[in-house]
């Protein structure tokens, strides 16, 4: 028995082409939604390790680990593979937010709907009561806004 553990899978470095994704799974969402201003808050803890990886670096991860297992003569010793983003190079969640904002700042989406704002908290009551505030109310003004200029409710 051979167990691979792997960090959080995200969009592709290199292979086939860079940033390409077809999933909204892992943080993609939580980031797309940011960077297009709908999501204004989110329950992460800004200080930990952004532990991520791109997928092209896991499945060429998952080739060396086949090959590895195919050419192991001894197939009774239980060897565990662990790909993750290590010690090196470590980026916190609180930069990853900074990053993608200045990102977005620089180029930004012609379908953006807000300005990017961004709350990172660990506090679930905290993070639930900015989620109230910056998120919900908004969104119910604007679906208000057509019924208080016309009079009429869609």
């Known amino acids: 028995p051979h167990v691979l553990v792997v960090s959080v899978v995200i969009s592709v470095w290199r292979e086939p082409v860079p940033g390409w994704i077809d999933s909204?799974?892992?943080p993609t969402l939580p980031v797309l939604g940011g960077i297009l201003g709908k999501m204004r808050c989110a329950h992460v803890d800004g200080s930990k390790i952004?532990?991520?990886v791109?997928?092209?670096?896991?499945?060429?991860?998952?080739?060396?680990?086949a090959w590895d297992v195919a050419s192991t003569p001894d197939r009774n010793i239980a060897k565990v593979y662990a790909f993750t983003s290590g010690s090196r190079n470590q980026l916190i969640w609180k930069d990853l937010f900074k990053n993608l904002s200045d990102s977005a700042h620089v180029l930004p989406s012609v379908n953006c709907m807000y300005y990017l704002v961004?709350?990172?908290t660990k506090h679930l009551l905290l993070y639930r009561?900015?989620?109230i505030l910056l998120e919900l109310v908004p969104a119910c003004f604007v679906d208000a806004l057509p019924y208080i200029r016309t009079g009429k409710h869609k």
């Open 129 to 131: 009561l900015c989620s």
């Open 50 to 52: 952004a532990d991520i």
């Open 118 to 120: 961004m709350v990172l």
């Open 54 to 65: 791109p997928v092209d670096m896991v499945v060429n991860s998952l080739i060396a680990t």
């Open 24 to 26: 909204f799974n892992g």
